[in-house]
C-alpha cells in the first residue's frame, strides 16, 4: 500500500449470485457429465463412462455446498448489522413516543438509508415529517414506502393530505383514487 492512500472501505456484499443460475450451472454440469458418460459408454469418446458419471455429481455437489456455504456466510456477516439497526430503530420509536420529531427523524433517516429501503424507518419517518409540516419530504418518504409495500391505505392517504397540503390537487385525486380501490385496514 502507498503512504498516504487510504484503502477503500468494502461496501460491496462480496460474492452475490443468485440461487437460480447456481442451480442452472449444476444441472447443467450433471447433464453435460451425463452426455458425456453415455457417449463414452457407445465408444464414441474415449473416456470411461462411470468414471465421468461420477466426477460430475461430484463437481455437480461440491458447486451447490460451496455456493451454499458462501450465501450463508453472506447472511451471517449482516447479523451484527441487523441487530444494530433494531437497537437504533427502538431508540427512534422511544423518541416518537415522546414525540421528539427531530430525534426520531435522525434516527430513522439514518435507518431509511440512502436506498431507502427500510420499510419501517421509510413509515415513520413520513410520520414524523408530517408532524414538523415537512410536506415535500413526507412525499418523498411515503412514494418510497409504498415502493416497498403499494397497498397500504394508511401510506396513500398520507400521500394524499401531503399533495392537498402543497395545493397538488391532481396527485391528491390520484392518491386519494387508490385509497378508494385498497380494503379497509382494520
Not at 5 to 14: F, R, S
Not at 81 to 93: D, F, S, V
Not at 118 to 146: I, M, P
Request: charge should be negative; include cysteine.
Amino acid at each position: 500500500m502507498m503512504p498516504g492512500i487510504v484503502p477503500p472501505d468494502d461496501t460491496g456484499d462480496g460474492i452475490n449470485i443468485r440461487p437460480k443460475y447456481i442451480g442452472i450451472a449444476a444441472i447443467a454440469i450433471v447433464f453435460g457429465g451425463i452426455i458425456i458418460a453415455w457417449l463414452s459408454a457407445q465408444g464414441i469418446l474415449p473416456f470411461d463412462g462411470p468414471m465421468v458419471l461420477g466426477v460430475t455429481i461430484l463437481a455437480a455437489t461440491v458447486l451447490v455446498c460451496c455456493a451454499s456455504a458462501i450465501m450463508l456466510a453472506s447472511v451471517a456477516s449482516k447479523m451484527p448489522e441487523y441487530g444494530e439497526m433494531e437497537i437504533r430503530y427502538e431508540e427512534g420509536m422511544e423518541h416518537y413516543k415522546n414525540e421528539e420529531w427531530e430525534n426520531a427523524l435522525l434516527i430513522f433517516t439514518e435507518l431509511a438509508g440512502p436506498k431507502l429501503n427500510h420499510k419501517r424507518a421509510l413509515y415513520y419517518s413520513a410520520r414524523c415529517y408530517a408532524q414538523t409540516d415537512d410536506w415535500e419530504n413526507v412525499k418523498k418518504f411515503c412514494n418510497a414506502y409504498l415502493s416497498i409495500k403499494p397497498k397500504d391505505r394508511e401510506v396513500w392517504e398520507m400521500l394524499s393530505d401531503a399533495h392537498k397540503k402543497l395545493f397538488e390537487y391532481g396527485e391528491a385525486e390520484d392518491a386519494q383514487e387508490r385509497v378508494s380501490k385498497l380494503p379497509e385496514s382494520n
